[in-house]
């Protein structure tokens, strides 16, 4: 008997996940119709052929040759050297004997690394479940005598796994889930059992819920942001605003977060572009991730109020990742922060516009995770990071209770009409770990940022 080997799972952050899966073995991918499930076999084969393993694909369908053939067009990651070798599905449901001597010399034929049978659960649809039972003890037999690693699709409910006999077979078992909270769409992937898997992630993968993203272009998951509590940092960071690095007696702790709140047109943005550019200036790494401007309009608003960006860019000091409102997922958010924090690791961020990550995740308890997670993440990077976020109603209150809660530091910034004129005004609301003044102060925006007066 060959032993089993640890080889990676092809699919974008699953290796994160569960570090990776064991061969052979068989894989069980259950969940209900569009959540996914063919994407992800279909993207692991695609990836683990480019790496040079033998793959076979085996959907049970009704399709022909040629259509199916269009169909697996649209997958646009697809790679030829995938084999393709369909199984007619009425002919699977009503004599899965014929069914499984075809799988059988197919799979003797082809010899593949790794398999895909999708789905399995219509095999045998109209056996009594003795029968049933029987035929997939011999298919499991079977399957694992090509050592190969399985994967096998089934159009399930997480409530009838249990009861299915692949499941009770099965080494791993991944359960895909969509679910719609208003105008939002959350998909989520659980592993439910899996064989072999070794710590750090055996304490993770099987008792979290990650989410996932899937299209014509692949299937993704995103690991849950990973950090370890640090010791608070020594030093203070510039805001690059004199007087409010003197309310706060020298600066804000390096490592810590800032959230700065107000109206449309109060000068948030501003504020954390001044804070980039003091870190610049002072030789610092230093990313900006917004929702409002593209890069070159940042840079001509930055220009306008006198600071030149575009040097910090072609020098790689500065990174500038946008957004488009309507395509946040807040998973796929969180790990292109991690990812320019490992790769460019700068010691300042600006994230400005939190606000439209927290409107994605209806479920407050969800919301303040991911928050605590995300503060806690760059704090153990040792990164100084500025958010920024909205009152709502005109009432001086944050948009997110939850988010002023979690940082370290809140400013308000505010305007209002008087007789003589708009007039603005500057509040330090907490200071976490630093005295601070708590005073209200007028100020003005000019060239070279904000000015306290």
């Known amino acids: 008997m060959s032993e089993l080997r640890e080889i990676p799972c092809?699919?974008?952050?699953?290796d994160e996940i569960v570090g990776g899966f064991k061969s052979p073995s068989i894989i069980l991918i259950a969940g209900t119709a569009g959540v996914g499930k063919t994407t992800m076999a279909l993207q692991m084969l695609s990836n683990a052929a480019k790496d040079g393993e033998k793959t076979l694909y085996i959907p049970i369908t009704t399709e022909n040759s040629d259509r199916l053939k269009m169909?697996?067009?649209?997958?646009?990651?697809?790679?030829?050297?995938?084999?393709?070798?369909?199984?007619?599905?009425?002919?699977?449901?009503k004599d899965p004997l014929s069914t499984l001597i075809e799988m059988d010399n197919t799979i003797s034929s082809t010899k593949p690394d790794r398999l895909v049978i999708d789905p399995i659960t219509p095999i045998g649809f109209g056996f009594v479940e003795q029968e049933r039972r029987r035929f997939f003890y011999t298919l499991d037999s079977m399957v694992r005598e090509s050592n190969s690693l399985v994967f096998l699709t089934g159009e399930l409910m997480k409530d009838e796994i249990h009861n299915y006999v692949v499941s009770h077979l099965a080494d791993g078992i991944i359960y895909l889930s969509r679910t719609n909270q208003g105008m939002q769409t959350s998909n989520?992937?659980?592993?439910?059992?899996?064989?072999g898997v070794q710590p750090p992630y055996s304490n993770e993968c099987m008792t979290q819920k990650f989410?996932?993203?899937?299209?014509t272009q692949g299937f993704r998951a995103y690991p849950n942001l990973k950090y370890e509590e640090q010791a608070p940092e020594n030093g203070?960071?510039?805001?690059?605003?004199?007087?409010?690095?003197?309310?706060?007696?020298?600066?804000?702790?390096?490592?810590s977060s800032i959230l700065v709140g107000g109206e449309p047109g109060t000068g948030k943005t501003i504020m954390g572009w001044?804070?980039?550019?003091?870190?610049?200036?002072?030789?610092?790494?230093?990313?900006?991730?917004?929702?409002?401007?593209?890069?070159?309009?940042?840079?001509?608003?930055?220009?306008?109020?006198?600071?030149?960006?575009?040097?910090?860019?072609?020098?790689?000091?500065?990174?500038?990742?946008?957004y488009e409102t309507e395509k946040i997922c807040y998973a796929e958010y969180s790990n292109r922060i991690s990812n320019i924090v490992e790769e460019k690791k700068p010691s300042r961020l600006l994230i400005d516009g939190l606000v439209n990550v927290e409107i994605t995740i209806i479920d407050p308890v969800k919301r303040r995770g991911f928050l605590h997670s995300l503060v806690g993440y760059l704090k153990s990077h040792s990164v100084t990071t500025l958010f920024?976020?909205?009152?709502?109603?005109g009432a001086e209150k944050i948009r997110s209770k939850e988010s002023s809660f979690i940082m370290d530091n809140v400013i308000l910034l505010k305007q209002t009409d008087t007789e003589k004129g708009m007039k603005r005004q500057f509040q330090i609301i907490k200071s976490r770990g630093t005295a601070s003044e708590p005073l209200i102060k007028e100020y003005r925006i000019k060239e070279g940022g904000i000015e306290i007066m």
């Open 236 to 255: 203070k960071v510039e805001t690059g605003i004199d007087e409010v690095d003197k309310m706060l007696n020298g600066g804000i702790p390096a490592g």
């Open 211 to 215: 989410n996932y993203m899937v299209s």
């Open 188 to 195: 989520q992937m659980e592993v439910l059992k899996m064989t």
């Open 71 to 93: 169909y697996l067009s649209t997958f646009e990651f697809l790679d030829e050297s995938v084999e393709v070798h369909e199984i007619n599905r009425p002919i699977a449901e």
């Open 274 to 322: 001044q804070f980039i550019q003091q870190g610049l200036e002072n030789g610092e790494n230093c990313a900006i991730i917004t929702f409002y401007e593209s890069v070159d309009q940042i840079i001509k608003a930055t220009g306008d109020l006198g600071w030149d960006l575009q040097p910090y860019i072609d020098e790689e000091k500065l990174s500038i990742i946008t």
């Open 388 to 393: 920024t976020t909205e009152l709502f109603g």
């Open 10 to 14: 092809h699919i974008d952050g699953m």
